[in-house]
């Protein structure tokens, strides 16, 4: 999976816009077809999960009361920190995953728990959550998961810096 990985990004990290500016953002979801396909694991990890008003792919983002409850269990130890990131991003208020550096701080804690979680999978640990041997979905998942949020993390910050930069060559004119 690393390997795959590694060539899905080298693929993409060369890519410019029709400007000739390079491709941060826009070739993510593209670069993540390429590792394996779709983030969708559990109830938190994913566009699928309950909210106030049911399952939140059938309700557009920013719909009032198309929150999570936060009341189920979640499936396993890569849920729940999918759970837990989930829930930091509430508490932080970002407003949009792909692009709110608000949201940096949850996603990095989120990828440094998969990596403990794989690093424990690797030694043969038990899942905290289910008590069992993490299962290949788990593990697949976990690491897709890394390499999406490693990405976007730093495309937030990249952004974040541009348009700060943006703003101040605006504010000299």
Partial sequence: MVDENRRAVGRHAGRRSSRGRKLVWSTWLEMINDCGGALDH?????????SQQGDRTNIP?????????????PIDEV???????????????????Y??????????????????????A???????????????????YAERAVVSFRILVVTKIVNFVTKKL???KEQKK
């Fill in 42 to 50: 559990g109830l938190y990890y994913g566009s699928g999960g309950t």
């Fill in 79 to 97: 849920d729940d920190l999918a759970r837990t990131h989930d829930m930091t991003y509430d508490e932080a208020r970002v407003k949009n995953f």
């Fill in 166 to 168: 943006s703003v101040q």
């Fill in 122 to 140: 690797s030694r043969g640990r038990n899942d905290a959550i289910t008590g069992r041997a993490p299962s290949s979905e788990a593990i697949k």
């Fill in 61 to 73: 983002a920013g719909t009032p009361g198309n929150r999570f409850t936060y009341d189920e269990t």
């Fill in 99 to 120: 692009s709110d550096p608000a949201g940096v701080a949850a996603d990095r804690a989120f990828v440094q728990g998969l990596e403990t979680y794989l690093a424990n």
